[in-house]
């Protein structure tokens, strides 16, 4: 009997969540310091700084550090906790993790990051690099008269917005042109 009580309170258990921790600590640096931290609109102190943030198995927090003029902005990594793995006995299991999100972690807990201005803060520069590595897939998305890649390239470049995917341009050059770069 005491067999069976033990296999029903294994199946039921939710190893992340009773055994692991329901907060992860993050750092970030950068050079030069002094620099503002904001995590999801908080603002959690001047760099370096170490805080702590809630698991969520939803949403990775978004990140905005700002410096004189430059912003940089990023999200935080997740990867799987490892505890979750021993979830295999249960569906329910695997449902309590994600629900209190501890099935996931924040990796890395260590951020670096420059606060010097460099041409990816240029505009133009920046449109360029999305282009060329995203340029099959505004091919398609483009072909099919939406998607992801579409979108933000209409985000990027305000005066592409509300026009018909038929006549978005297609090459660096109309790019440049008609965003005016």
């Given at each position: 009997m005491r067999a069976l009580a033990l296999v029903?309170?294994?199946?039921?258990?939710?190893?992340?969540?009773?055994?692991?921790?329901?907060?992860?600590?993050?750092?970030?640096?950068?050079?030069?310091?002094?620099?503002?931290?904001?995590?999801?609109?908080?603002?959690?102190g001047k760099t370096p700084v170490t805080f702590e943030i809630d698991r969520n198995a939803w949403n990775a927090p978004t990140v905005v550090i700002t410096k004189d003029k430059v912003t940089k902005t990023f999200t935080l990594n997740r990867g799987l906790e490892a505890l979750s793995i021993l979830n295999c006995t249960s569906i329910f299991s695997w449902?309590?993790?994600?629900?209190?999100?501890?099935?996931?972690?924040?990796?890395?807990?260590?951020?670096?990051?420059?606060?010097?201005?460099?041409?990816?803060?240029?505009?133009?520069?920046y449109l360029r690099s999305y282009y060329l590595l995203n340029r099959v897939a505004l091919a398609n998305d483009i072909a099919r008269g939406?998607?992801?890649?579409?979108?933000?390239?209409?985000?990027?470049?305000?005066?592409?917005?509300?026009?018909?995917?038929?006549?978005?341009?297609?090459?660096?050059?109309?790019?440049e042109k008609d965003c005016a770069l």
């Amino acid at each position: 009997m005491r067999a069976l009580a033990l296999v029903l309170c294994l199946s039921l258990c939710s190893c992340a969540t009773i055994f692991g921790k329901s907060k992860d600590s993050v750092t970030i640096t950068s050079k030069p310091e002094g620099a503002t931290v904001v995590v999801n609109g908080v603002e959690m102190g001047k760099t370096p700084v170490t805080f702590e943030i809630d698991r969520n198995a939803w949403n990775a927090p978004t990140v905005v550090i700002t410096k004189d003029k430059v912003t940089k902005t990023f999200t935080l990594n997740r990867g799987l906790e490892a505890l979750s793995i021993l979830n295999c006995t249960s569906i329910f299991s695997w449902a309590t993790d994600v629900t209190s999100g501890n099935i996931v972690r924040y990796t890395p807990s260590n951020y670096d990051v420059d606060m010097t201005a460099n041409s990816m803060d240029d505009k133009a520069s920046y449109l360029r690099s999305y282009y060329l590595l995203n340029r099959v897939a505004l091919a398609n998305d483009i072909a099919r008269g939406h998607g992801e890649a579409l979108s933000a390239l209409m985000e990027l470049c305000p005066r592409l917005r509300g026009r018909s995917p038929a006549v978005v341009p297609t090459t660096m050059e109309e790019i440049e042109k008609d965003c005016a770069l």
